[in-house]
């Protein structure tokens, strides 16, 4: 296990130098709307915020690779207690990421927001999206408790958008969702209309999902049991015709994928996950989920496993 | 010896922790715990109940296991929120440590 202390200095520093986890340019980061069809940038009704979740999660991987194969080696104990220990993980999330993240895991995640903001205009949402107004939203600093520096982001987060007058906001991850719409307010005193993407869609017509074999579901902590939303995707599957299976320990009781050790323990994090993917194994069934963290988690552990956002674009 | 602080439960309400007194020690939170570690998070409540603050201390990067998945505050009997403790705690140490 790394050192909490160092790993909290290395991301706050981080948040303050580039708004966002890593220390580069955001713009570097989130690349996705490039390839992205029919969205506008003004006007519209509600601001698309991704968080930047998706589009980190080939960075997360490739510096949790890294830290992983260290954990179990005979640097352990450097890491442990040694000056490394500050060393180690402030190489990989800086200079390491450039040689270290792979362009096919980029495009992978990249093409789960196209999915969604084409799921978005197909169902007439009134929405528009702006790169330089998709922020960080500081989540993993609330995980960490580095309150100081989740306030002073969000802070920075509500007054910008407050400023550009956006009143609505659509977010396509648990995490993000549940830092606008029940942090927020609570810390920063904006408040603003948060739903999550999938809770406008409206699928015309009853399709071609009939005869396929079920999907399980594996539903994020945050969106199961803090926000209550595991109906969501469930009635989306079903009005597409989608047959879907529930596993051992879903909706409010889901089991957690063990994602959020990752940026403290790779070890304790394959430890969670294997005891997830036994329960979902146990089902026989394709599993589909709808948070980047979870996805990244499961496909790790070789799972057959695709995002909400994908599947339904496909049906559609 | 363990010095204990009395009023350790007050002053950890200034880190968002006002629930610690209604624990009961079940230990419902532990047993659901996907981390299945030392009977955490019941443990670390009990450590607050009793102002037992060097002991948070001295086991302070234990909290940083927890993943905020929320099960032990889904099934805790008393409302007394674990998952939001465990968080309380970790900004009550991330202050110390800044202070430092
Ligand atoms: S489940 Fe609730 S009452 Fe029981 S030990 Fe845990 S925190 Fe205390
Ligand atoms: S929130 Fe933390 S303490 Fe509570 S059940 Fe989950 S991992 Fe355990």
Redesign the interface.
């Known amino acids: 296990?790394y050192?909490?202390?160092d790993i909290?200095n290395l991301i706050s520093a981080h948040v303050r130098k580039s708004r966002n986890p890593f220390g580069i340019p955001s713009s570097q980061i989130n690349t996705w709307w490039r390839e992205a069809p029919g969205f506008t940038r003004r006007p519209g009704d509600a601001l698309l915020v991704t968080g930047l979740m998706y589009q980190s999660i080939p960075y997360i991987e490739a510096t949790t690779r890294y830290l992983e194969r260290l954990e179990g080696s005979r640097w352990a104990d450097y890491l442990r207690f040694g000056r490394l220990s500050r060393y180690i993980p402030s190489f990989v999330v800086g200079r390491g990421f450039a040689c270290l993240t792979s362009k096919a895991s980029m495009q992978q995640f990249n093409r789960i927001l196209v999915s969604i903001c084409r799921l978005l205009t197909q169902s007439s949402v009134d929405f528009f999206y702006h790169p330089e107004m998709d922020f960080y939203s500081g989540i993993l600093l609330y995980?960490?408790?580095?309150?100081?520096g989740f306030v002073e982001h969000a802070k920075f987060v509500a007054r910008t958008l407050k400023l550009h007058g956006v009143k609505k906001i659509i977010t396509v991850d648990p995490h993000t969702t549940y830092a606008l719409k029940e942090l927020y307010p609570k810390y920063t005193g904006v408040s603003f209309e948060v739903q999550p993407y999938f809770a406008l869609l409206r699928p015309h017509q009853v399709s071609r999902g009939n005869g396929r074999p079920p999907v399980a579901i594996h539903d994020p902590?945050f969106y199961g049991?803090?926000l209550k939303v595991s109906e969501g995707p469930r009635q989306l599957l079903s009005g597409l015709g989608l047959s879907y299976t529930e596993v051992r320990n879903c909706g409010?009781?889901t089991?957690?994928c063990?994602?959020?050790?990752e940026s403290?323990?790779p070890a304790?994090n394959r430890e969670?996950l294997d005891?997830r993917v036994a329960e979902l194994k146990a089902s026989g069934a394709p599993v589909v989920t709808f948070c980047p963290i979870c996805l990244a988690n499961l496909l790790k552990a070789g799972l057959p496993v695709e995002d909400l956002a994908s599947l339904l674009d496909r049906s559609w | 010896m363990a010095l204990v602080n009395p009023d350790f439960a007050e002053e950890l309400k200034a880190f968002g922790v006002d629930t610690a007194l209604e624990c009961f020690n079940c230990g419902t939170c532990a047993a659901i715990c996907p981390l299945i570690f030392e009977h955490f998070p019941r443990k670390m409540i009990r450590y607050v109940q009793v102002g037992a603050t060097e002991k948070i201390l001295q086991q302070a990067q234990e909290l940083w296991r927890c993943l905020h998945c929320g099960l032990c505050t889904q099934t805790c009997p008393r409302q007394a929120n674990p998952a939001e403790l465990i968080l309380g705690l970790r900004r009550y140490v991330v202050a110390r440590w800044r202070r430092a």
């Open positions: 296990m050192n909490p202390r909290i995980d960490l408790g580095d309150q100081e902590c049991r803090y409010e009781f089991s957690c063990g994602g959020p050790a403290v323990s304790l969670i005891r």
